[in-house]
């Protein structure tokens, strides 16, 4: 099964995939590194996550994209007064649009509920949205955590993700990057969700010939 995860990070949707051929694409070469050290079986490269969508869709079976989430985050409209004012990134719409229209495999594209009625309706699962061309389990396995603003905020991410965020030596803040992962048990089970769907698909095509 070939898998392209976009806006790839440091991997907290992937962290507990199997049995697949992951390509990774990340903007942050700093980040794009250290994923690759910490997958080093999957294909990473650095460059631009919604261009690469455009030109390699149909190389692969199950797509996962996270575009950047800040233009549309309620926290961010919170601070709308103290902050610079900016449109929502609607390359998140772009990209729900052209898989759901062009794309033949299974796709998932997460992001956080907005601060606005969503333009195309989503599954709400937790704090994220999912737009995805398959019906989500009501359950995703997704672990709570109160662990934004804390002290050691940090600290505990790394616990909860099960990676030491102090290694990157980038200009991201580590509490953004830690904040923006995926809970890896949420998507392990979205990516055996669609995983089952695909194999499914694959048996009863072999059935007909």
Same mark, same amino acid.
């Given at each position: ?11 907290? &949707?992937?962290?507990?995939?199997? $049995?697949?051929? /992951? ?17 080093? &079986?999957?294909?990473?490269? /650095?460059? $631009? ?5 455009? %030109? ?13 989430? !800040? @233009? ?12 610079? /004012?900016?449109? !929502? %990134? ?21 992001? /956080?509920? !907005? ?5 195309? !309706? ?16 009501? %359950? ?21 993700? $099960?990676? %030491? ?14 904040? &923006?992962?995926? $809970? ?7 990516? &055996? ?7 499914? @698909? ?8």
């Amino acid at each position: 099964m070939k898998v392209l995860n976009l806006y790839a990070c440091l991997g907290g &949707n992937r962290y507990k995939w199997t $049995d697949c051929e /992951v390509t990774a694409v990340e903007l942050d070469s700093e980040l794009a590194r250290m994923y690759k050290e910490r997958f080093p &079986n999957d294909k990473v490269i /650095v460059a $631009d996550a919604h261009q690469y969508l455009l %030109d390699h869709f149909k190389e692969f079976d199950f797509i996962w994209t996270s575009p950047p989430c !800040p @233009s549309h985050s309620r926290a961010r409209f919170a601070r709308r007064n103290t902050t610079e /004012v900016i449109y !929502p %990134d609607l390359k998140l719409y772009e990209e729900i649009i052209f898989l759901e229209n062009y794309f033949e495999g299974k796709y998932c594209v997460e992001n /956080v509920i !907005p601060f606005y009625e969503p333009l195309i !309706p989503a599954q709400k699962r937790g704090r994220h949205l999912y737009w995805t061309n398959f019906r989500l389990p009501n %359950d995703l396995g997704e672990r709570k955590s109160s662990i934004m603003e804390a002290k050691d905020e940090v600290k505990r991410w790394c616990v909860f993700h $099960d990676y %030491d965020f102090t290694k990157y030596k980038g200009e991201q803040r580590l509490d953004k990057i830690a904040r &923006n992962l995926v $809970d890896y048990e949420a998507g392990l089970t979205i990516f &055996n969700t669609a995983r089952g769907i695909i194999t499914k @698909s694959n048996l009863k095509q072999t059935e007909l010939f």
